[in-house]
């Protein structure tokens, strides 16, 4: 079971000059926000219904994955897994209003909001991941980052078709164009990595693993 990969080269650097941040351990002590209480964050930052929709099924494809590799014997805590699937977009709302990058903005939301930096960085990274792919020691942001990528407004679609969609809603710019690619080409990598490692077929997969949390 290979639970990491190197990122790709490209003409196009969108990889962290940093080294990764310190393998993310499951802290008993900090707090996870259970659905209930991440609905209320999204009241209170006014979340629009077709993004708290979509929130809801990628929270439901992160969840499964984590139930997966807990039962593969992985250091996976669910409930954490869901928290940043939920609240992976509770800055997309303001940001189309008022602009700015809703990925950093809800990072640092998230953290402010649960005190939990390990929920706070699926938020942060769920566009992108700039480190190597490692399963075992960043879970939690691959899993968001995943599951994101098979959504599409609130239905389940292929990678490929989900980032056709976004070519042809954000593709205005070669340089857009070339990072959208790259994260098509890590989310194709990162899918493999999941299968391999979760020893699933995850474009057979509906997903669905019951009220788990």
Known sequence: MNASKTPPASGLDMCSPLPAPPPMVHDPG????????????????????????????????????AVRAREMGMAVDVPTVRA????????????????GNHSQLGGAWTV?????????TGV??????????????????????????RVRHDTLVSIESRFRDLGDRYGVSEPIRQRIEITRVQAVELETLLCDTLEVDLNECAFDCGRVV
């Open 124 to 149: 942060t990274h769920h566009v992108y991941w700039p480190f190597a792919l490692n399963l075992a020691d960043y879970f939690t942001p691959l899993a968001v980052i995943y599951a994101d990528k």
């Open 30 to 65: 900090l707090p996870v926000p259970d659905e209930s209480r991440c609905m209320e964050h999204w009241s209170a930052f006014a979340m629009l219904e077709n993004v708290a929709a979509h929130s809801l099924v990628v929270a439901r494809v992160a969840t499964f994955l």
């Open 112 to 120: 402010a909001l649960t005190g939990n930096p390990a929920i706070a």
């Open 84 to 99: 940043s699937a939920l609240l992976h977009d509770i800055a997309k709302s303001y940001c189309i209003r008022h602009g």
